[in-house]
């Protein structure tokens, strides 16, 4: 199994931005960390970050053409406004887990609408950096249920 692990705007800042909400583990070892995890699992897996829209729409799409499995995504405030997102996900139809680290139905109101969910086969949220880890287990079972 291929699956990228995109991260939008300001994640490159975990560690450091308002930590009492995201926690105090930097990228570099969050990334790390789901590395590790995906060899242990047998996946390979890329990971990008970028604080600009139009770029993960280009992941999105690279994604598309490298033929991958499933899209592990975090994409920050772009949750909230992105219909370009969306598009990109509906049109190549490639499973994906929406990640937040932050429990955004506890947060503002505006938080709490997803523009990218209704073309994701979950969402987890709320359950810190570890929640990238259960994405990547909810993939494994999502294609293990196709290969049924």
């Given at each position: 199994?291929?699956?990228?692990?995109?991260?939008?705007?300001?994640?490159?800042?975990?560690?450091?931005?308002?930590?009492?909400?995201?926690?105090?583990?930097?990228?570099?070892?969050?990334?790390?960390?789901?590395?590790?995890?995906?060899?242990?699992?047998?996946?390979?897996?890329?990971?990008?970050?970028?604080?600009?829209?139009?770029?993960?729409?280009?992941f999105?799409?690279?994604?598309?053409?490298?033929?991958?499995?499933?899209?592990?995504?975090?994409?920050?405030?772009?949750?909230?406004?992105?219909?370009?997102?969306?598009?990109?996900?509906?049109?190549t139809?490639?499973?994906?887990v929406?990640?937040?680290?932050?429990?955004?139905?506890?947060?503002?109101?505006?938080?709490?609408?997803?523009?990218?969910?209704?073309?994701?086969?979950?969402?987890?949220?709320?359950?810190?950096?570890?929640?990238?880890?259960?994405?990547?287990?909810?993939?494994?079972?999502?294609?293990?249920?196709?290969?049924?």
């Amino acid at each position: 199994m291929k699956i990228y692990v995109l991260n939008g705007p300001n994640l490159n800042l975990l560690g450091v931005r308002e930590p009492g909400i995201y926690g105090s583990e930097s990228y570099d070892t969050l990334i790390k960390r789901i590395e590790a995890y995906a060899k242990e699992k047998g996946v390979s897996v890329k990971c990008l970050q970028s604080n600009h829209e139009g770029a993960l729409v280009d992941f999105i799409h690279e994604g598309f053409y490298e033929r991958i499995d499933g899209i592990v995504f975090n994409p920050g405030a772009y949750t909230h406004t992105s219909i370009a997102l969306l598009d990109a996900l509906k049109a190549t139809d490639i499973p994906t887990v929406e990640v937040h680290i932050s429990d955004v139905n506890a947060r503002e109101e505006f938080r709490r609408q997803s523009y990218i969910r209704p073309a994701c086969i979950a969402t987890v949220s709320g359950h810190g950096t570890n929640g990238y880890l259960e994405a990547i287990d909810l993939l494994l079972a999502s294609q293990a249920e196709v290969a049924r």
